[in-house]
Structures are given as C-alpha cells and as structure tokens.
C-alpha cells in the first residue's frame, strides 16, 4: 500500500515555512539554506499535487489551503509529540498526565505543586480536574487520584492521605455569633452541599442533636461553591480537612468544634493497568506520598 504520510523532511520546511512566514526565516530557523527550503517545499507540493506557496512581492506566502494544511499537520505533529513524551522511559519522559478531584486539585495539590517542579525543573504536570459526575472516568491518564476503596485488577493502588469533615466557618462569623455546641446552631445558616449529602444529618447523629425544625438552609449544587460561601461568612458547613487546612492555617476558616470528625475516607494513588512507570511519574508518587504523611491527618 503507498504510504500516504508526506515526506517528514519537507513537512517540517514546509511547517516551519508557514510558522515563520517566509522561506528565509525558515531556513534561519532550520538552519538549511533558503534553497533546500525552496526545494523540499516542492517536494510537498508535487506530493500534494496542490501549490501551497506563492509569491507576493520579494516573499512567498501560504495559500490559505496550506493554512488550513499546516494547522492539521502541527495538531497531528503534537500529539505524536505527546505520545512519544508519555510512552518514552527514563529522563527522556517529562509529561504526566493526572486525573484529581476539582476541590482536591485546587485547595490542596495546586499550592503544593510549585516546590515539586523546585526541584524537579522541565517537567510538566498536566491535570485534568473531575467534577462529582466526573469522577469515574479514569482511561487515558498516567495517574488517577481519587477518594474512597479500590481492589480491581485496572488499577495499582496506593494509599496517600487521610481525610475527615468537621465543622468549618469564617472567624469573622463566629466572633459575632459563636458556635460552642451544636444548640447554637439555631442561630446561624447551615450550607449544606447536594453532591455531598448526608455529611450534616452523620454529625447531628454523632453528637446525639435532634433537628427541631427551626433551623436556616442554604443549599448549593457543588463544594466549590459551599466553600466560596464559606470564606464570605454566610455560614456553616462540613467541610473536608486536611484539603482545606491552609485555609484554617492562613486565618479565613476555622473548626469551632474540632472534635466532631465524620466520613473518613482514604485517597489513593491509582496507575491504570498497563501504564509503564517512567522516572518522572515514580518521583511524583514520592513526593505526593511525602505530602500526604507531611499532612499529618
């Protein structure tokens, strides 16, 4: 069967020859002369059998079919970019690519990963974060983390840190209205999240409190908007801990009732069957596993 990829050498003229914007910075750019430039992008066309180039004053310009053309060709191009970058081994390798939790990723894996690449320079960690309906999609990632138990054979497993939901509110809400016991809750607004339900009724159960009826609801579809109101001081709510503990640390939340701990849960390192490990992604297991201990939870 005759091949129908296009010779590289005269792709990649011809690519740097639209990118540029002329033949001679093209031939600067590859380090050929402006003639071999010249030459290969005949090659193409005659490959083509489609002119791609032509002149406009002292230059030679795209047609806008070779616009169209070279878009194509520099997507394809950087996917196999991509591929030989997450399928090579050894040093070679710097792409990794995670699925996380939207609240995990944000409030604690983002402010953390500035210290990995510190010390780990020229790599990149490409994430992409699920949503609550989201989060059983788990093919076509180097590294999956999520929350809860997992024995099956698609993935290894390893477990990294602990998380609990207690009780978190603005300091400036509490200093006007205080939260010593839950009885004070009649005089506050509880946030209650619906992709997290149950989390209020398990405390109320812990603590033996007996909703009467007369307490104040606000009602929120996702976490990360309970937690956008929780920083306004609108109210009260489970909230997870250690993923919102530099908040507590930096002043704008804190748990008035400490104690009260529900809905422990483990996340995990997940390696979907048949990833090979490269350097970069056992450096990372490390660091994160570091973290999660460093978390003390």
Known sequence: MTSRIPPLPALKAFLAACRAGSYTAAAEELHITHGAVSRQIRILEAWLGQTLFVRSGQCMVPTLHAQAFAKEMGDALAGIDEAARRYGRGEATQLLRISAPA??????????????????????????????????????????????????????????????????AAPSLLERQPLYTLDDLAGHT?????????????????????????????????????????????????APLPLLARDCELGRLTAPLASLRIAQRTYFLLTPAGVAKTRLHHRFEDWLLAQGRDSGV
């Open 103 to 168: 609240t995990f990723t944000m409030r604690w894996l983002a402010p953390r990963l500035p210290a990995f690449y510190q010390h780990n320079p020229g790599t990149l960690i490409q994430i992409h974060t699920a949503t609550t309906q989201q989060l059983a999609m788990t093919s076509g990632f180097d590294l999956v983390i999520r929350l809860g138990a997992f024995n099956n054979d698609r993935f290894t497993a390893q477990p990294f840190m602990n998380e609990y939901y207690t009780l978190l």
């Open 190 to 238: 509880l946030i209650d999240t619906e992709t997290r339900p149950g989390y209020w009724q398990q405390l109320f159960d812990l603590a033996g409190f007996i909703d009467r009826g007369n307490l104040n609801w606000l009602r929120f579809d996702h976490f990360y908007v309970t937690y956008a109101a929780l920083i306004d001081g609108l109210g009260i709510a489970p």
